[in-house]
């Protein structure tokens, strides 16, 4: 199985929004609600900022959303901040006991 | 908070062999699946391996099975990978990662610093 296609930067000024994308199969993306993001800061280990295609977890701030439609899912991040450039990883599982990551997308807020 | 403490990285030479700890604080150990997770330093992530919470069910990556053993110590709170026949291809830094509550299919939530492991000659 094949890694998840992310595009490799995505880029907004400060309070704008920026939409990443994260393109997979019929076998895993769209198969299953146990997609998720993880954004990374330089050094330091992933953190999770969204479960379940759309859940946020408990700190994370309401200006992360996650969606899904068909293969591709989708973390917009609204009211850009300095503080989220960072690099974001989109999961999925993959069925047969397997998960999946994607390339990552470096976020950076001009 | 939940904290997962990864150790036992280091270099190797390719063929032999290294095991890994993650020695796991503040939650419940046995109610949680738990991962490794691999990134090759400025690449993305590779999940490596996951075994159920109550130690009954280990799953692996096409890539590393056969060769790697993930199992875990329930009166310790920790969890370990065995890597065995290792190659070059397999340098990455190794993350620990905890996984869904009394399930296997699940997102992960948590994840250690990692401990970096380098197969060299």
């Known amino acids: 199985q094949s890694a998840l296609t992310q595009p490799p930067s995505a880029s907004g000024s400060p309070g704008q929004s920026v939409t990443l994308s994260c393109t997979g199969t019929?076998?895993?993306?769209?198969?299953?609600?146990?997609v998720s993001w993880y954004q990374q800061h330089p050094g330091k280990a992933p953190k999770l900022v969204m479960y379940?295609?759309?859940k946020r977890p408990s700190g994370v701030p309401d200006r992360f959303s996650g969606s899904k439609s068909g293969n591709m899912a989708s973390l917009t991040v609204s009211g850009l901040q300095a503080e989220d450039e960072a690099d974001y990883y989109c999961?999925?599982?993959?069925?047969?006991?397997?998960?999946?990551f994607g390339g990552g997308t470096k976020l950076t807020v001009l | 908070q939940v904290q997962l403490v990864e150790s036992g990285g280091g270099v190797v030479q390719p063929g032999r062999s290294l095991r890994l700890s993650c020695a796991t604080f503040?939650?419940?150990?046995?109610?949680?699946?738990m991962h490794w997770v691999r990134q090759v330093p400025g690449k993305g992530l590779e999940w490596v391996a996951v075994?159920?919470?109550?130690?009954?069910?280990?799953y692996y990556a096409e890539s590393v099975k056969g060769r790697f053993t993930i199992s875990r110590d329930d009166s310790r709170g920790t969890v370990f990978l065995q890597m065995n026949s290792l190659r070059p291809e397999d340098s990455a830094l190794y993350y620990c990662?905890?996984?869904?509550?009394?399930?296997?299919?699940?997102?992960?939530?948590?994840w250690g610093q990692g401990t970096l492991v380098t197969v060299s000659s």
């Open positions: 990662a905890r996984g869904g509550w009394k399930v296997v299919i699940a997102d992960i939530d948590h």
């Open positions: 503040q939650f419940t150990f046995t109610h949680y699946a």
């Open positions: 075994i159920s919470h109550d130690g009954h069910n280990q």
């Open positions: 019929s076998s895993d993306v769209g198969a299953y609600i146990f």
């Open positions: 379940e295609v759309s």
């Open positions: 999961s999925s599982y993959a069925g047969r006991n397997n998960w999946l």
